[in-house]
Each structure stands twice: as C-alpha cells, then as structure tokens.
C-alpha cells in the first residue's frame, strides 16, 4: 500500500506539486492518483503486484509532478526498495529515501506466499507465486476507501470491472482422508481464470487459514468456488469439499460459515468453512 510522501520537490510556481508514483516490480506496473498542490501527499492507496519468480525482485518508484493538458509530467525523483529479504506474511513500514534529497516516500509491504494451478490440482502442477497485498483482514470500510478506479486498473487490466476481496478464516469438522484420521487440508479459490491457494495445514480437520486474496472482477455474474483438498505428495490431491457463491449475492463484509457440498454442488458434504468476502465495482472505461 503506497501511504504517504514527505519534503518532496516543488515543482510549481506556487512552490507546490500535484505528485504521483508510478511504481515497477519485475515486469508488473502501476500508477497511484496525483494528489494536488501538496508536498507531503497522503494516497493510502493499495497496489497488487503478481511475481513468478523464485526471488522478489526490487520495487522500483518514480515520482512525478502532475502537468495537465499537453505540458509533460516533471519528473520529481527515483528510489529503490529492497523486497528481496522481508520477512513473509507480516506488513513491512518501508520508507523510501529518493535520490538527491528528493523526499521520502511510505510504503506498507505484505509479502505472501501461495500457488497459482493448472487445470488439475495435483503438487507436479503447482507453481510459486507471490503477492503484495493489503494488511490481512482488512475491514469493508478500509476497502471501500482505499480502493479507487486508478487503484483497481493496476489490479489488472482495463476490462476489470472491480476487486473480490476473499478472507478464507477457516473449516470445521473436515472429512479425514488419511490413514492417521485426519487431513492436510488447502483451499483452491478460483474466479473465472484467477486460481489461488491457500497453504496446506497438517494433520486436523480444523485447519485456521486466515489468508487474504485480492482478485479482479472482469464479470459481475461470475461465480466463485472455493474447494477445499487433502494434499497428498505422491498423488494427486484429495476433494474434499467445494461451495460456490455467485458475485451478485455476496454481503459486503459478512463473515459467515458455510456447509460444504460434492463436485457438483448437488448433495451436502461433510464440513464448514468460514468465509468473508467484499466487491468493490468501479465504472472503468
């Protein structure tokens, strides 16, 4: 999340800046909002940046004046933030010193491990991932907030029409699959052609996830599942469960269980899981 700059350059003749950041992250981009006539600009903004590959690369930021009309943006400092070694599943304060005594800028960093899926789910097909998210278990209001159409266009791409926000908390009372009684429980979260997942938990039928996704919308009528696995390292993994919620009748913010159900969603399975959920639309053009 982009948070704030501080004694940036003025620009203007007014002894201000309209600043903005443009921001690169291996070949992933984006763009904050330009926040007027100010120095120290706050844009608590958040940002989700997609890395395949097995190290972070750094965060590359670019501050800019905004000009309108045909005048050119100026150019207001560079800096470079060090990814590589955070600690993963905490959020990291990062203040950005710029080059020449430019100014700083405040980043809030969450680096998260998960796994992007083929068509089938088996351990062969799994291939690392990580993500800049927000804080885990944000509330509604900080989504509603913080999310703005320039924010949802870096989610993705223009045909995006909005950002799921997915809180998988928990399961209950899972079937056990293995031979010791219990199960090593994941949750794959699919939305159109987005597939995430969550870390396995070992050995209980009570697994507590508490993992955070952040999806773009590209269509309101979409469906999301969320099945839940048994992993198993010599095979392909175990279904054990799967629920499927249409986008248009989710509660914004409602913490809820929910009864797990076979394959083809027909009969009751055995099992709960806990799920929260926020859409946030914006009119993208």
């Given amino acids: 999340m982009l948070i704030k700059g501080e004694n940036l350059l003025p620009m203007d003749e007014n ?25 120290n600009p706050v844009w ?61 800028i405040t980043f809030l960093v969450t680096i998260t491990s998960t796994r992007v899926l083929e068509e089938n789910v088996t351990n062969s097909s799994m291939k690392n991932s990580a993500e800049m998210i927000l804080p885990s278990l944000i509330t509604e209001k900080d989504v509603l907030s913080h999310t703005s159409l320039e924010s949802i266009k870096t989610m993705g791409n223009i045909h995006d029409v909005g950002l799921l926000e997915v809180k998988v908390y928990q399961a209950h009372d899972l079937p056990s699959a293995d031979i010791n009684g219990k199960s090593d429980p994941f949750c794959v979260v699919e939305l159109d052609n987005t597939r995430v997942r969550t870390h396995t938990i070992y050995k209980t039928l009570f697994p507590i996830w508490n993992k955070v996704f ?19 390292k010599n095979k392909t993994s175990e279904f054990l469960g799967k629920i499927a919620i249409p986008l248009l009748s989710i509660k914004n913010g409602e913490k809820k269980w929910y009864t ?3 394959r083809k969603l027909l009969i009751l399975a055995k099992g709960v899981i806990e799920i ?10």
């Fill in 260 to 262: 797990l159900k076979d």
């Fill in 44 to 104: 608590q903004q958040p940002f989700l940046f997609y890395v395949f590959e097995t190290s972070v690369p750094p965060l590359e930021i670019f501050v800019w004046d905004y000009d309108k009309g045909e005048t050119r943006d100026d150019f207001m400092g560079r800096g470079v933030c060090q990814l590589a070694n955070l600690e993963e599943e905490i959020t990291h304060k990062m203040d950005i010193q710029l080059e020449d005594g430019a100014g700083e």
């Fill in 214 to 232: 952040l999806i773009p919308v590209r269509d309101i009528h979409s469906v999301l599942e969320i099945t839940v696995f048994d992993e198993d």
């Fill in 276 to 285: 929260e959920m926020t859409v946030v639309y914006g009119n993208v053009r």
């Fill in 15 to 39: 002894g201000k800046s309209d600043p903005f950041v443009r921001m690169k992250l291996g070949t992933e981009q984006g763009r904050s909002k330009f926040i007027r006539k100010t120095l």
